[in-house]
Structure formats: structure tokens, C-alpha cells
């Protein structure tokens, strides 16, 4: 065993395996030289989801020269936890990851994703998510309104019913805050 710049090796071991050149001079070992080359992560661009909702799955493109995909690790974190949780990226087999906001909330964070190999060489990469709130067709708010009554029945609306009860006196106004 040779002990040279806090590096264990075993030099008789390598010598008997045929895994490094041997000779009577110890001098003539040379260590191989570490990975320094760190990970590569895709660009990923800025993207926006509904409130209340999460983002399709977003391709993740990530690789390394000398570290297994399965090796690598990932490390999230959203710039406003109170939108989007740093457990709500969920990454999906290394290839893909969803993002979920936390429920009823609306607004942008910047997702920060860093990648190290197992040398401790880092990449970075930052993307931003809009949360918006979810647009509705009036039809829409109508139907959800009136689509429920007393136990949860559907609650069918007559036009001419409701003509009937919206006139010049009442105005509409007053039907609305019944």
C-alpha cells in the first residue's frame, strides 16, 4: 500500500490484477485523474398553469459523462413555497416531472433545479411557473350555480320563469341576491 496525497492505493493489488503498470520504482504510479465535468440538465423554459390544476408532464433532459442517470441527484427548490412546495415537482423516472401548485393559490415561482454526480460536480437550472386563475365560460358559472339544490339535486332554471321574475321593479339585481 502506498499512501501519496490522501489517496489509499494498493498498489500490489493493482499490480497482480494487471490494473495498472508495476515496477520496482513506486515513483512511476500515476492516480487517474477525477471527473470534473458536471452534469448536463435541458433548457426549460418558463411555463403557466390554472390554479387548482397540474402542468402536463415536462420532458427533463439530464446526462453526465461519468455518473449512471440512476446516480445522480436532485435537489428542487420553489422560490415561494406557499405556491408551489418544493415536494410539489415530482420528478417522474429522470425523464419527466409535474408541477403542482398548492390548492387555491395564484402567482409565480421560480423553480430552481440542481443536479450533482457523485464527484460533487453541479449543474443548475431555473425555470419560472405562472399560476393563473381558471378562465370560465359564463355559460359555465351558470351551469355550476344552478346545478345544484337542495340535497345536491340538479335545480333546473325556466327562462320564463326567471323573465317573469326580473321586471322594472325588481330589477336584476334583486333575483341575483335572493
Known amino acids: 500500500?502506498?499512501?501519496?496525497?490522501?489517496?489509499?492505493?494498493?498498489?500490489?493489488?493493482?499490480?497482480?490484477?494487471?490494473?495498472?503498470?508495476?515496477?520496482?520504482?513506486?515513483?512511476?504510479?500515476?492516480?487517474?485523474?477525477?471527473?470534473?465535468?458536471?452534469?448536463?440538465?435541458?433548457?426549460?423554459?418558463?411555463?403557466?398553469?390554472?390554479?387548482?390544476?397540474?402542468?402536463?408532464?415536462?420532458?427533463l433532459s439530464l446526462s453526465d459523462?461519468?455518473?449512471?442517470?440512476?446516480?445522480?441527484?436532485?435537489?428542487?427548490?420553489?422560490s415561494n413555497t406557499m405556491l408551489i412546495s418544493n415536494d410539489g415537482v415530482d420528478i417522474q423516472d429522470r425523464t419527466a416531472f409535474v408541477v403542482t401548485p398548492n390548492p387555491d393559490t395564484i402567482g409565480e415561482a421560480v423553480i430552481s433545479l440542481s443536479v450533482s454526480d457523485h464527484y460533487g460536480n453541479t449543474a443548475m437550472e431555473s425555470f419560472t411557473v405562472t399560476v393563473v386563475t381558471r378562465e370560465v365560460a359564463a355559460i359555465d358559472l351558470v351551469n355550476e350555480i344552478a346545478s345544484l339544490g337542495e340535497d345536491d339535486e340538479p335545480v333546473?332554471?325556466?327562462?320564463?320563469?326567471?323573465?317573469?321574475?326580473?321586471?322594472?321593479?325588481?330589477g336584476f339585481d334583486a333575483l341575483v341576491n335572493q
Open 1 to 59: 500500500m502506498i499512501l501519496r496525497n490522501n489517496t489509499l492505493i494498493l498498489y500490489g493489488l493493482a499490480c497482480v490484477l494487471g490494473l495498472s503498470a508495476c515496477s520496482d520504482n513506486d515513483n512511476d504510479f500515476t492516480p487517474p485523474e477525477p471527473d470534473t465535468t458536471a452534469p448536463e440538465i435541458g433548457m426549460i423554459s418558463d411555463f403557466t398553469i390554472d390554479a387548482n390544476t397540474s402542468s402536463d408532464a415536462v420532458t
Open 65 to 78: 459523462d461519468g455518473t449512471s442517470l440512476s446516480d445522480l441527484a436532485i435537489e428542487i427548490t420553489s
Open 156 to 170: 333546473y332554471l325556466n327562462a320564463v320563469e326567471v323573465s317573469d321574475q326580473v321586471s322594472a321593479e325588481t
